[in-house]
């Protein structure tokens, strides 16, 4: 009831309002149209009094009371206003030929309106072409054609228009009319022109790059213990931080070979077959490469392969491998520090 009486209550001042409004001379005619028109300032949607939204399709009667509002949604809230220009002093609702919308000397009719207190809005302006006056009114009304129907923010009397909100609306014989809402459209509209298309060409280069690779450490003391299960002397180690980096151009990355050699453990006068060391190489980084099989003490074969990478180019460049080191040394071997050398070699494909 609150809602219904918020429309009652502004059907009662719009109409209050167009009692006192006179009309306007104009030569205009229902059968000389323009289809011109200058920019709404504001999207506008026409509503029923019951709240209902009137739609393009919709017939709607002479005298039947329309407002008007800048939504076609939530109309219930009553808390969107149509907004005037600074400079405009008064509102008026407008009936105009198409393209006539800012000359007041062609409107059809007209009928003042009001602000909000103390500001320049209007809210749900009664848009009704009865409510207005005119002395081409009612030959809109009996012969029809196009016109704008909406508000026109000018100065204290009309002479002077500083912008309008309007839709379109055409009229039938006998006045029944259906109407078009006014969107408004925010965003610019894309810039028209011409383009070409420039064909650009380069050629690019790579530098020679290397294929270069590091040790951490030239030297290698392991750590000694006795099996529980053997009673074989044991001796384990590791290296960290092998790195392979293939940096050459993409063409000359034909793969690489890693391969290592072994001599025997030598003590004084006693020796120990290098089959007894065992070496296991893991791969921490680097997609293009692969560890060696490992090389099990006992049964190990020197020289053998550390690591390989295949032809390509790789997106991890550098290849990082740790190796695990074991000595076992033969039952009756004396004991003593036994010595040997581990050589590394790198080769390209």
């Known amino acids: 009831m609150l809602r219904i009486s918020k429309v009652k209550a502004a059907l009662a001042s719009a109409v209050a309002l167009t009692l006192i409004a006179g009309g306007a001379a104009s030569s205009a005619s229902a059968d000389?149209?323009?289809?011109?028109?200058?920019?709404?300032l504001e999207s506008m949607y026409l509503w029923n009094s019951d709240e209902t939204l009137l739609t393009s399709s919709s017939t709607i009667g002479w005298g039947q009371q329309v407002l008007g509002y800048p939504k076609d949604t939530n109309f219930t809230d009553y808390d969107t206003y149509f907004q005037a220009p600074a400079q405009a002093a008064q509102p008026y609702v407008f009936l105009s030929p198409r393209g006539k919308e800012l000359q007041p000397l062609e409107w059809v009719s007209k009928a003042i309106n009001g602000f909000a207190p103390g500001t320049k809005t209007v809210l749900t302006?009664?848009?009704?072409?009865?409510?207005?006056?005119?002395?081409?009114?009612?030959?809109?009304?009996?012969?029809?054609?196009?016109?704008?129907?909406?508000?026109?923010?000018?100065?204290?009397?009309?002479?002077?228009?500083?912008?309008?909100?309007?839709?379109?609306?055409?009229?039938?014989?006998?006045?029944?009319?259906?109407?078009?809402?006014?969107?408004?459209?925010?965003?610019?509209p894309a810039p028209t022109g011409d383009s070409k298309d420039i064909n650009i060409s380069a050629d690019v280069q790579e530098a020679?790059?290397?294929?270069?690779?590091?040790?951490?450490t030239s030297s290698v003391?392991?750590?000694?213990?006795?099996?529980?299960?053997?009673q074989l002397s044991e001796s384990t180690g590791s290296i960290s931080g092998i790195n392979v980096a293939d940096t050459r151009r993409t063409a000359d990355r034909k793969g690489w070979d890693l391969t290592q050699s072994v001599d025997n453990f030598v003590s004084g006068s006693n020796t120990i077959d290098k089959k007894n060391f065992g070496v296991k190489v893991t791969k921490t980084a680097g997609?293009?490469?692969?560890?060696?099989?490992?090389?099990?003490?006992?049964?190990?074969v020197y020289p053998s392969p550390f690591a390989t990478a295949g032809v390509g180019t790789s997106t991890e460049p550098d290849t990082k491998l740790n190796a695990d080191l074991k000595l076992v040394a033969p039952a009756g071997t004396p004991a003593g520090t036994y010595t040997s050398k581990l050589t590394l070699t790198l080769v390209s494909k």
């Open 32 to 40: 000389t149209q323009t289809t011109s028109a200058p920019p709404s």
């Open 125 to 188: 302006p009664n848009l009704a072409p009865e409510n207005t006056a005119g002395v081409n009114l009612a030959s809109v009304k009996a012969n029809g054609g196009q016109y704008s129907l909406g508000l026109a923010f000018t100065d204290q009397n009309a002479a002077a228009v500083y912008g309008v909100t309007f839709v379109h609306i055409t009229v039938q014989p006998g006045g029944n009319y259906t109407y078009e809402p006014t969107t408004y459209v925010t965003e610019p």
């Open 208 to 216: 020679p790059g290397a294929l270069t690779f590091t040790v951490p």
């Open 221 to 230: 003391a392991l750590t000694t213990a006795i099996n529980s299960t053997t």
């Open 287 to 300: 997609s293009a490469a692969t560890a060696g099989a490992e090389q099990v003490a006992g049964t190990a």
